[in-house]
C-alpha cells in the first residue's frame, strides 16, 4: 500500500484529515503536520530520511510507500 493509500484510508468515507495520525508521523520525522498532509494528497513527496521513518513507522518498505522516489531520484 503507498503512502497516499494510508492517507486515504486514514481519511475515511467523510474525507476528514486524520488528524492524531498525522502527527504522529509529523512528530517521528521532525516535520509538520501540513507537510504529512502535503504528501498524503501527494503534492510533495518525503526527503529520503523521513521515508525511512515512515516505512518503519509503518512496516512497508519504501518502494512500496513512496513507487515515485526511485524515479525522481535517478
Known amino acids: 500500500m503507498t503512502f497516499l493509500q494510508h492517507y486515504e484510508q486514514r481519511c475515511g468515507e467523510r474525507g476528514e484529515r486524520p ?5 504522529e508521523i509529523a512528530d517521528a520525522t521532525g516535520m509538520t503536520p501540513e507537510a504529512v498532509y502535503q504528501w498524503g494528497k501527494g503534492f510533495r513527496i518525503p526527503n529520503a530520511s523521513a521515508q525511512r521513518i515512515i516505512a ?19
Open 19 to 23: 488528524l492524531a495520525w498525522m502527527q
Open 56 to 74: 518503519e513507522l509503518l512496516g512497508q518498505d519504501i518502494e512500496t510507500l513512496f513507487p515515485t522516489s526511485k524515479t525522481l531520484q535517478q
